[in-house]
């Protein structure tokens, strides 16, 4: 069984910087594409940042210059970094792995459980 699960969510002021963290884990042997998204209610998930497992970084247009994605292969984990905040980036972001390589099978779009994000203006 592979999981995800982020941390370093929480409650920040307009402008301020929060540090998302998120680690895969089971018998991983490879991860594809990992990558973060954010959905509020009522509105579509939505992709924020994901890193190829070449190491190729893509941003939403709304978080470009903002926030910078990171990855650590050996850790299979992923970080964003969220700086200069604003009350629109209040969300719950999700991290997800598009595939998962273990030893017995692949994993095709594993999801973490979500971590919430609160921008106060």
Do not use: H
């Not at 594809?32 to 509105?43: D, I, L």
């Amino acid at each position: 069984q592979v999981q995800l699960v982020e941390s370093g969510g929480g409650l920040v002021q307009a402008g301020g910087s929060l540090r998302l963290s998120c680690a895969a884990s089971g018998s991983i042997f490879s991860i594809n594409t990992m990558g973060w998204y954010r959905q509020v209610p009522g509105k579509l998930r939505e992709l924020v940042a994901a890193i190829t497992g070449g190491g190729t970084i893509t941003y939403a247009d709304s978080v470009k210059g903002r926030f910078t994605s990171s990855r650590d292969y050996a850790r299979n984990t992923v970080y964003l970094q969220m700086s200069d905040l604003k009350a629109e980036d209040t969300a719950v972001y999700y991290c997800n792995a598009d595939r998962v390589d273990t030893k017995l099978r692949t994993y095709r779009g594993v999801w973490g459980q979500g971590t919430l994000v609160t921008v106060s203006s």
